[in-house]
């Protein structure tokens, strides 16, 4: 049976248990849990997050909050679209979005120890990602039993199909930190290829059936897709914590851009944007001078998959893992697509954006400082990487970040329906989204505000035409029911000028990107990418070595 | 034999070296110093060799307490405001009492890229690693003065031009460093009980450097002053080091630093009328100074 409705293919609904975790005192860098009481879930932050409190500085060099940090039960200062730190995910949110069309969602791990170590004020903390990956593993099996009435872990496709079959949203356990083979394996060579079957057992056995290998660092499968400085310092920083005495470089080893191929129309600049100044010099390692010159074109790493990361692929496809290229630099994720090629493996690109629609950079010098948001960078899929992998049956599933892309000023849902548009004109039929939610991106912003003296709903993009969602009268796509608003505590959410605030308002979001296609470009393929991402499981396991 | 000892020496260097290697690890989490409210505390000893004037002592014991305002060390910023240091010495019957309003160690300049754009070392600005090599430094409004000498000394101002040896805005920066300057102060001595002063414009030349291993930093200064007018007959010399670790302790986080460490001083002053600084004794020449001090920090901008 074809399962109508869409899978999220990148989520992170135990992120307050990554980051270090709770701390003594209710501190928590990531705040919110997904469960509990909602005055418990999701209490006011200030505690945490206030820059002279005992959590230190880094949550307001992380997230530029509201004066109040509250939370519960006004919620006027988060979960809101541009949130970074806060849950977005509550139960009810994920329900909500689970009985308006969501059939399936990648729950994955996440980590970042150097915002764990950083935050309050460097207390010590189990930060690792090993210690992380268990801890929200455990979370997401403990959210699932809590709501074992529309919720169940699937660790095959065919559970999948049953679970979704019994009226029930299923849950694929996922990884996705920056060294998944421990804190010292950093570089090629650190690694013996031949432990990497035992550490993807490992996971296997934990119920993990999803898996990027690289994250926001390079590690000791392959090199990372670049595209922020402040990964950078992550890169440096884990060196500097797992393995001081190593050899340099520990930063970054970029390269610009020359040439053709499929790093030709990268434009993102290390060391451009002055955003990142503040932490950079915070950090106080200096920085390498990657832009030689105003003129550059664009920066990429020069790391490619290693031979443990070839390893490493090669047990997850004997397993019928599914393999997530997001995060893997150009020549990591080429090694990766040639390795998938040899058995046509389908692989999963989870929360991509694309370089053939990215906010072009094309001026440089002094008054235009080389640092343009969205411009294209390696992370982004450029139009030959999703043409290999749409031959080998690939899922793509397009960021729910993804919305600053060429012509557009706004970050909205217009950003993403452009994507899904391109996606198809490349001929991308297996299709979803990778929200990314409760990770560091933030979400689709809204298309309107609302004028301060008549009330009325006006349009934030200038170009923008389409109208706005109607409470009340129109039908949430595939379910057909009335779209009604939601709420949280005394908030009660209008997309329209909230945009994707939560992942209750995904429904709001679905909508509101379908009114901006029109057939042939409908939302089709979108309804359908539960089933797709099945399809490409069902492939994955039966070339499964038994 | 000379094969023996060489390869003799070889080995402990390389010892040596392995064990520094492993004690003096960069702490992961080495960030950038902002300290806001810092106390100090320090007891010591404070002396002349010279021959004293009647039966003034040669020496005292000294115990004293101060305040700095803020102090950040960022790569091509070492800068402090609002120093303040009132220092007991019982047996030469003297308080001295200094403070600065605002300090400049070094200020540098980058460039934002090798081919264009200048820019300073600031929170928010960022310079690329392999520039820094000339920047600037100095004080405004450096008051000194003791009880008994009735002598109170002010540097309205200090200007100096910086170099580094290394580039400031490399990651070595604030361990290592080597800053040669040249500049001009204008000093103002007043002598109370005459009700007289006397303006003095004064070149300085010297060095700051930064040496540090683990978590201890060595940081020799030197200064040369001699008087625009009669350098020969006026000038000071002053020479200090201090042996600083800098760890933690709970004020207003649990993680804020404190700093314990060593202060040596020596000064020499041609002309001791025109002498001004916390360190000094009144009416000597030559003028040491020992002290330990402890400086907790009450809020410490991230870790310390």
Redesign the interface.
Known sequence: MTITGYADLHCHPMSHLGFGGPRQGGLGFFWGKPTDPIDQALPCCKVAHAP?G?G???PSLTEKEQPNYDGYDTFVSWPRHSTVIHQQMYKDCVERAFNSGLKLIVASAVNNEMLA??Y????PVDSTDGTSIAAQIAGMKAFAAQCSAWMQIVTTPAEARAAIGAGKLAVVLAIEVDSVCGGAMRRDGDLDPAKTDAIVQKYFDMGVRLINPLHLVDNALGGTAIYDDRFNLSNH?LF??HQ??AAEPWWYDAASVVGGGDLADVRMLL?AN?G???L??????????Y????GLVGHANTRTMTAAGKAFVAAMMKRGMLVDVEHMSSHTLDEAMTIAEDRTYPLVSSHTGFRGIAVPRTKTG?NDPTWVPGCANEGMRSDSQIKRLVKLGSIIGIGGHAGLVQELKIDSSKGWARGYHYARSLGVERIAIGTDMNGFPTQAGPRFFRDPLTGELKHAEATDTIRPLKYGSDLVPIVNKLLTRTALGKQSYDYNVNGLAHYGLLPDFTLDVALQLTAPDDLGDFFQSAEALIQVWETCEQLAVP | MRTTRGALIVSVVSVLATIAGTAFADPPLDLAEVDIATLDFGAGALGTPDTPLGDAEHASAEVSAGLTGAHAELLGLSARIFTFRASARPSLLTTNVSGTLADLDAWMIGARYPDLSHCLAFVSGRCDEDTGYLGFGGSVLEVAGDTDSGQVGMRFIEGDAIASVTPAFGGDWRKFRLLPRLGGSLDMVVHVPEETHDLIGRITAGFDALATGGSVRFAPTFRYRPSMTDPAGDFAIEATLSVMTRTHWEAWHNRDALTIGLELAYSYDSDPSHAFGPDRVGGANNSMVARLVVSPTIFTVGPP
């Open positions: 002279l005992r230190g500085v880094v170590d950083l309050d004020n460097g207390y920083y500097a914590k001081n005495t060391g002055r990142n100044d503040a950079i010099n915070i950090y106080g390692k200096g920085y390498p001078t832009m030689k010159s105003l002094p």
